[in-house]
């Protein structure tokens, strides 16, 4: 399908979403539908809960593997909350796969204060220098590959003014949370060359199913398992640090990566927490081949 006929399928299941009406939804036989990485029966879940769509949407597709993403908002009772879907869609239109991340901070280990949610052109505008498909996955999983047990080394590229945005808040070049995340202050890479991250133990279950080729955008899912058994850390300044997790859990996240020109510019990313080492009901995917460390470090 080419990206108008995948939009297509997003908008009449978002109207669907909206009305609360999975009915309204063009659903294959066997279709699938995860909310917060539980399998759900298709019409539970937040279909019977939400009250309406937010403003903010971004949307993007691959016309390769006929998949669309959206990064938005949904308003329900209480609050509202950071949204990912994933839609695999058949050639006929209709919908095998739904996945769907829900940011409930009223349910989340980890709360993120005044959360908002904008429009970034730098996600919605075509790469000055498309990156090869493969490669674009490379670098994706180069960046868990640096966040896993993070010790200062690079394993993919980093724009200089690559900025992160997580659960609404940006975690990176952002003074006012620095007040309470102190590493928030800095860059991308500056945070990872410090080590900041070392008590995330591991970055498992990692999936690639959606790359926008026309846009540079790779959707990426996964768990960051943490332990919590690392009290104390040294980071690449030489600094001792305390751990701030002190206690199994994981988190189960919702990436999207922008790449241009070979390199990670800015990051959008949605996570919950869930019970320590929760396995995905999605399918494993085969292990993507590393960068190699001198091309990372160029």
Same mark, same amino acid.
């Given at each position: 399908m080419d990206r108008s006929a995948l939009y297509g399928v997003l908008d009449a299941f978002l109207a669907a979403l909206n009305a609360g009406d999975a009915t309204k939804v063009s659903w294959a036989a066997d279709a699938q539908f995860s909310e917060n990485n539980v399998m759900?029966?298709? *019409?539970?879940?937040?279909?019977?809960?939400? +009250?309406?769509?937010?403003?903010?949407? %971004?949307?993007?597709?691959?016309?390769?593997?006929?998949?669309?993403?959206?990064? *938005?908002?949904?308003?329900?009772?209480?609050? +509202?909350?950071?949204?990912?879907?994933? %839609?695999?869609?058949?050639?006929?239109g209709a919908i095998r796969e739904c996945e769907m991340c829900i940011v409930r901070q009223s349910d989340s280990g980890i709360k993120f204060e005044n959360p908002r949610y904008w429009v970034k052109p730098i996600l919605e505008t075509e790469p000055a220098l498309p990156t090869p498909r493969a490669e674009m996955v490379q670098l994706s999983n180069g960046y868990f590959d640096t966040l896993q047990l993070n010790d200062g080394t690079i394993h993919t590229r980093f724009h200089p003014d690559c900025n992160r945005v997580e659960n609404g808040v940006q975690t990176t070049r952002n003074p006012e949370f620095a007040k309470i995340v102190p590493v928030s202050a800095l860059g991308c890479e500056e945070q990872f060359r410090m080590g900041n991250y070392r008590y995330d133990d591991e970055l498992r279950a990692r999936r690639f199913p959606l790359v926008d080729e026309e846009r540079g955008l790779v959707m990426a899912f996964g768990f960051i398992d943490h332990s919590g058994r690392l009290a104390r850390y040294q980071l690449t300044d030489g600094r001792w640090v305390n751990s701030p997790v002190r206690r199994p859990h994981s988190f189960y996240i919702s990436e999207l990566f922008k790449i241009d020109g070979g390199m990670i510019t800015q990051i959008e990313a949605n996570f919950i927490t869930v019970p320590y080492k929760m396995p995905s009901p999605w399918p494993a995917e085969a292990p993507v081949a590393p960068l190699l460390l001198a091309e990372a470090a160029q």
């Open positions: 759900l029966a298709i *019409g539970d879940g937040v279909w019977g809960t939400i +009250e309406r769509l937010g403003e903010y949407q %971004l949307r993007f597709a691959d016309t390769r593997n006929g998949q669309v993403g959206y990064f *938005g908002t949904i308003h329900e009772a209480i609050e +509202e909350s950071a949204f990912t879907l994933r %839609l695999a869609v058949n050639p006929d």
